[in-house]
């Protein structure tokens, strides 16, 4: 995967998602070590951990590199953007005039750093200056209780 990725790129399921965070932790590893750190982590079958690097790899969210003894994996992804993809996905589904209310929930329920929450002021600051009143609705008729109103 080259270039700048969609969400629709971002093909990866829960279980898909467990071995790339092995892989984003410490790539490139061979299939055996990501067999074993998952199998470490998770009560997995080895044929289990096999099967998810092999979708992995057919989807590209993963590639082989050939060394002359060996081959390894590493991710085809940053951990960052999937993570930013992943989240993009999930705001996509909720309807605009909702979001806020997740970004609130999100962080009042997660750990945040203290430079972390100083980055978060700062952003809030400079949206504000430009923020409407009102956000719209932008879901289609039948998608939310927006329209019933």
Request: aromatic letters at 4%.
């Amino acid at each position: 995967m080259t270039g700048q990725l969609s969400i629709q790129d971002l093909n990866i399921s829960d279980s898909e998602w467990e071995v790339m965070r092995v892989l984003w932790a410490d790539a490139p590893l061979t299939s055996r070590e990501i067999i074993d750190r998952v199998l470490d982590i998770l009560d997995w079958k080895e044929g289990t951990v096999k099967s998810l690097i092999n979708r992995l790899v057919n989807k590209e969210n993963i590639q082989k590199i050939k060394t002359d003894t060996v081959l390894k994996y590493k991710p085809s992804i940053s951990e960052l953007e999937a993570n930013r993809l992943k989240a993009d996905k999930v705001f996509d589904s909720i309807c605009t005039k909702e979001r806020g209310s997740l970004i609130i929930h999100l962080v009042d329920t997660n750990h945040l750093s203290q430079d972390q929450i100083q980055e978060l002021i700062s952003q809030l600051q400079t949206k504000a200056l430009t923020a409407p009143e009102e956000v719209a609705c932008e879901c289609a008729v039948g998608q939310c209780h927006c329209h019933l109103h």
